[in-house]
């Protein structure tokens, strides 16, 4: 029979051979011969096993052993060692024929394919690790801060505002308490809870917006933001509090960091109930940006396109990072001296509240 299989044999790219009960190549096509480096006379000079990767020689023996029973075998994978030492994975499909007490089989080079699950399982690997380095870093930082935080508060709280007579010194050393009792509020929630594992709950826009602006008090003062906003179609999503709370508070101080200069920020966001979802629509008056030049990284780590010496290249990363890791999307449109728009839509399973 397999003498009429010559022309398939001499002209595929697969490796073809065909074997006997015994455990010997009878025949091996030129692909095979090229694959490993040995002659077609030395393939059939010692049983295959010889040929097969040690750690995999047990397992392809059981498996020998279903063909002689007349059981096909399709998706065996094993390793094979090249003359040259090498290794090489290959994909089994065999065909026993009890007559001729033959074994009819194909495989497939498959090493390219090992070779990028290893890396991709490596990968994977350093990655989880990396994230479980990042969550110790995130626990640490946010429980070592609480104890210098706690001594400027205590700081303030030792000033007798009797002895003040300046109400513009009064005002900012609130602000200032205000300011660091939001930070300790923050990261009290990240030792206790722990940012990585915090669970979605109903967030209020309003709500939100009003912490961060007590946060920032000081910022939007002296920059003379006006903000207008409207949440009547939409009073608050499924979120994780943290996180709704830095989407807020990057982009208002995006809007007042990135103001036109002697043009005061005028920030307006409204919540929007469409057909093609929920949705919270941020815009500002600012310097805005060349779409055309800059629109793709607008959410990239580390990019900075008005040369503020303030700015990070973070604060629109995390904005998008927070959105799109519970399933939503954010888009952004601008336009250079006239603002930016950013449009928010929120995961469609998300319970959602609206007035009536």
């Not at 010559?6 to 095979?32: R, W």
């Not at 308490?177 to 940012?195: P, Q």
Request: proline content about 3%; charged content about 25%; glycine content about 6%.
């Amino acid at each position: 029979m397999y003498l009429q299989l010559e022309p398939l044999f001499e002209q595929s790219t697969d490796c073809l051979c065909i074997a006997d009960y015994d455990g010997y190549f009878v025949k091996t096509n030129p692909a095979f011969v090229e694959l490993l480096g040995y002659s077609e006379e030395e393939l059939g000079s010692k049983p295959i096993s010889e040929f097969i990767y040690e750690e995999d020689r047990k397992l392809t023996a059981g498996h020998r052993a279903k063909l002689k029973q007349n059981v096909p075998l399709v998706n065996f994978e094993n390793r094979y060692v090249c003359k040259n030492g090498e290794l090489v994975w290959l994909h089994w499909t065999s065909i026993p024929v009890e007559e001729e007490k033959l074994i009819y089989a194909i495989a497939k080079d498959v090493t390219r394919k090992k070779e990028l699950e290893s890396e991709r399982i490596s990968r994977l690997s350093q990655l989880s690790e990396v994230n479980e380095k990042l969550k110790r870093l995130n626990y640490t930082t946010s429980h070592d801060l609480r104890s210098p935080l706690n001594n400027l508060i205590s700081m303030v709280d030792l000033i007798d505002p009797s002895k003040i007579e300046d109400t513009e010194t009064l005002e900012i050393l609130s602000y200032i308490r205000l300011s660091a009792e939001g930070l300790k509020t923050s990261l009290n929630s990240l030792v206790e809870n722990n940012i990585l594992a915090e669970k979605k709950e109903m967030v209020g826009f309003y709500a939100t917006l009003l912490k961060v602006q007590k946060t920032i008090g000081t910022l939007i003062q002296n920059a003379g933001a006006k903000f207008e906003v409207d949440f009547s179609a939409l009073e608050g999503v499924e979120f994780i509090p943290s996180y709704m709370e830095s989407v807020f508070l990057n982009l208002i101080t995006n809007s007042i960091k990135y103001a036109r200069p002697g043009v005061p920020p005028v920030i307006s966001i409204r919540s929007v109930w469409e057909d093609s979802g929920q949705t919270l629509i941020y815009s500002d008056n600012g310097m805005g940006f060349d779409m055309d030049k800059v629109g793709h990284l607008v959410f990239s780590l580390d990019q900075k396109f008005h040369g503020n010496k303030d700015s990070k290249g973070v604060g629109l990363y995390l904005v998008h990072s927070h959105i799109t890791y519970l399933g939503g999307s954010i888009s952004v449109e601008s336009i250079v001296n006239e603002g930016t728009t950013f449009t928010i839509k929120f995961e469609p399973k998300m319970l959602l509240v609206a007035q009536g």
